[in-house]
Nanobody, 124 residues
Framework: QVQLVQSGGGLVQPGGSLRLSCAAS????????MGWFRQAPGKEREFVAAITWSGRSTFYADPVKGRFSISRDNAKNTVYLQMNSLKPEDTAVYYCAADRFFSNYRLGSTYDYWGQGTQVTVSS
């Protein structure tokens, strides 16, 4: 069992930055690949970014490449999502998730545990 608690998020102007954090407890954090997903009102949940258990490999959805950065600190049992150059279309509830086998990091249904979600609103 893994419990994921998210922090960060909020309201930011276009072009601004935010950092989301996701702290894990329970099972050994370093055994899990981690992902970030988001869901905007009226839209389906979509993949944002993922990182392997070691942190050596990262993956991004095309809309966020070059603007968002995923990282992890296994000593702190925490994964981060640094979001720069934010756009209004980035407005959504963001979720972190843990996947023991990391078989298809873009597919939310393969993840085993989820954070509670945090609202990110990009607006002037």
């Amino acid at each position: 069992q893994v419990q994921l608690v998210q922090s960060g998020g909020g309201l930011v102007q276009p072009g601004g930055s935010l950092r989301l954090s996701c702290a894990a407890s329970g099972d050994t954090f370093s055994r899990y690949g981690m992902g970030w997903f988001r869901q905007a009102p009226g839209k389906e949940r979509e993949f944002v970014a993922a990182i392997t258990w070691s942190g050596r490999s990262t993956f991004y959805a095309d809309p966020v490449k070059g603007r968002f950065s995923i990282s992890r600190d296994n000593a702190k049992n925490t994964v981060y999502l640094q979001m720069n150059s934010l756009k209004p279309e980035d407005t959504a509830v963001y979720y972190c998730a843990a996947d023991r086998f990391f078989s298809n990091y873009r597919l939310g249904s393969t993840y085993d545990y989820w954070g509670q979600g945090t609202q990110v609103t990009v607006s002037s």
